[in-house]
């Protein structure tokens, strides 16, 4: 019987989401990574291999900000910058995550922000 790290069925959950999930120009993928000090977030066309608008917990409007809070308000951000590129709604990857906390926050703000998945 093998031993699986947590990281390990956390990337095979990933994979199995993303052989789901697809990205376009008009309707790009939210890709999440969430870490212990803070969450990213990427608009990602899939097609053509680009990133389209992208959101990281470094920033300083973010950077003081502590847990779900922040990730609400990287979703804001995130959401901002979609329409500033002309994109309206998009397709949600958990990445391998629970779907719960700060990445149903960011998710959550992100529709606050008027981006719609």
């Known amino acids: 019987m093998t031993v699986k790290t947590k990281e390990a069925l956390r990337l095979r959950r990933r994979r ?34 680009h990133t389209l608008a992208a ?4 920033e300083p409007g973010l950077r003081e900000l502590r847990g779900s809070e922040q990730a ?20 949600f990857d958990r990445g391998g995550y629970q779907y719960h906390g700060r990445v149903q926050a960011l998710a959550d703000g992100a529709r606050e922000g008027g981006l719609s998945f």
Do not use: H, M
């Open 16 to 49: 199995r989401v993303r052989a789901k999930v697809r990205g376009s120009a008009e309707r790009p993928r939210i890709s999440v990574f969430r870490s212990n000090r803070g969450i990213t977030a990427q608009l990602i066309d899939d097609q053509a291999g």
């Open 55 to 58: 959101v990281n917990w470094t």
């Open 72 to 91: 609400r308000k990287a979703g804001e951000l995130l959401a901002q910058r979609a329409a500033a590129a002309g994109i309206q709604a998009a397709v």
